[in-house]
């Protein structure tokens, strides 16, 4: 039994031995590609769903690494954890909205961009004024910029400081950036931040649109979120939207926005202009 046990702690310490091994590789390639600024954004379009017209896009990271991709859902928090969240934010912050900015002449431009922020980055000092410097250099308005947090970034940064209306979020939303709540649904039950901060959009999770064809609590829930984000004064997006029934649901119970697969994947910038903006 006592070998037994040897052996088990053997296969274990060999397993654990890999997947460190693993993690050590990936943490010296996610370093390498900062330096390199390695990363590209991919664009996916968001549309209203009264009008079916463009409203925005999300700017989504992807990362080649030989002939793979690293889904970010992989790399971002071990970058949080390495202390390299913030570079690969401002990359991302830079591109997207440079990128933004130089679609301005296309026959129809792109009105809003839609960036996803790491608590990380938020709690950082200087990200109200970087982002506020990327705006006047591009010499974009605030307003056309949509900064994506889920619910539990939201609870740190209230967290953080003492009044909700000195947070950084709030700061942004005061120069005109339009604040979003990704997942929404998902996080913290508490939704009390929502009237603390000055919120423009929730966005209802995926999970949620997954089940509303076929069961009847998920379109009670959606329902009722889009009540109560109306009743607030809020817009009201549904992601990932892959079936025209689905489509139509949303539609029937007043969502605002949406964006998925039944429009559009998320595609690389040459391609989002064409398909998008031409
Ligand atoms: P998210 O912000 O919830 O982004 C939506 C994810 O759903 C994206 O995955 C997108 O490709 C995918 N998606 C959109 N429509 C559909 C659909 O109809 N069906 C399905 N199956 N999927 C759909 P992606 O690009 O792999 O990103 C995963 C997550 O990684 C994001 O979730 C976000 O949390 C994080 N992420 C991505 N880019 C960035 C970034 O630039 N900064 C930060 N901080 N996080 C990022
Ligand atoms: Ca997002
Ligand atoms: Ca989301």
């Not at 009201?236 to 489509?247: D, F, K, M, R, Y």
């Not at 949303?250 to 391609?271: H, M, R, T, V």
Request: charged share 25%; with cysteine.
């Amino acid at each position: 039994a006592k070998k037994g046990g040897r052996n088990r702690y053997c296969l274990f310490s060999h397993q654990l031995n890999e997947e460190l091994r693993y993690l050590h590789e990936l943490e010296q390639n996610l370093r390498a590609a900062v330096k390199e600024k390695s990363f590209e954004l991919h664009y996916q379009p968001q549309y209203s769903l009264h009008t079916l017209k463009l409203v925005g896009a999300e700017a989504l990271i992807r990362w080649p690494l030989e002939n793979r991709q690293i889904p970010p859902d992989e790399f971002i928090p071990l970058a949080e954890k390495f202390g390299l969240i913030n570079e690969i934010g401002e990359f991302v912050f830079e591109t997207a909205i440079k990128q933004l900015s130089s679609w301005n002449d296309c026959p129809t431009p792109l009105p809003r961009m839609a960036i996803n922020a790491s608590s990380i980055q938020l709690l950082a000092g200087n990200f109200g004024a970087f982002v506020e410097g990327l705006l006047s250099r591009n010499k974009l308005s605030a307003d056309r910029v949509d900064i994506e947090v889920t619910e539990s970034v939201m609870m740190k940064n209230i967290e953080k400081n003492d009044s909700p209306d000195s947070t950084c979020l709030s700061l942004l939303q005061e120069k005109g950036l339009e604040i979003s709540i990704d997942d929404f649904g998902t996080g913290y039950s508490s939704l009390s931040y929502i009237k603390h901060l000055n919120i423009d959009r929730i966005k209802i999770d995926k999970s949620f649109i997954d089940d509303l064809e076929f069961h009847r609590e998920a379109r009670s829930i959606v329902k009722a979120i889009i009540k109560m984000g109306h009743s607030l004064g809020l817009k009201v997006l549904a992601e990932g939207i892959e079936t025209p029934n689905q489509l139509d649901i949303l539609k029937q119970l007043d969502c605002d926005e949406g964006q998925g697969f039944l429009f559009s994947k998320p595609i690389n910038a040459e391609k989002f202009r064409i398909k998008c903006l031409s």
